[in-house]
């Protein structure tokens, strides 16, 4: 089973958007899913942590990743699999004040964890073109 584990400085950072009344979803901007308008190309640089509603609709987060925080939802194969190992952590950098995701084997996925907390689900309609 594949494991978050946020560091104590992490966990202060994130503190006041964690809730009983929230599901947690690690996301990246990939096309797929409500929280993904057009998609990047350049997936590992893109992950967010996205705070919504209890009871949302997120059927296409339909894998549960343990966590120290909870339970954390993400897409399985083919997506977020891709670079998703089996013990991940969150760090926090006071310098840049920002939230590392790591690798065991991979290192740094993202340099910042965007936080993300939504309580409404963002339109995803887009008619324009994105090629890579």
Known sequence: MKH????DDAKKRIAKYLSPDKTI???FDDGVGP???IGNCNLDANYRLIFVKKGMDLHDFDEKVESNIGDIYIKSEPYANIQFENQMEVRFNPKYFTLPMMSPTKGILT???EIVDLTEPVSTEYSGTHDC
């Open 35 to 37: 929280f993904s308008a």
């Open 25 to 27: 979803v690690l996301d």
């Open 111 to 113: 340099e910042n964890l």
């Open 4 to 7: 978050l584990t946020f560091t």
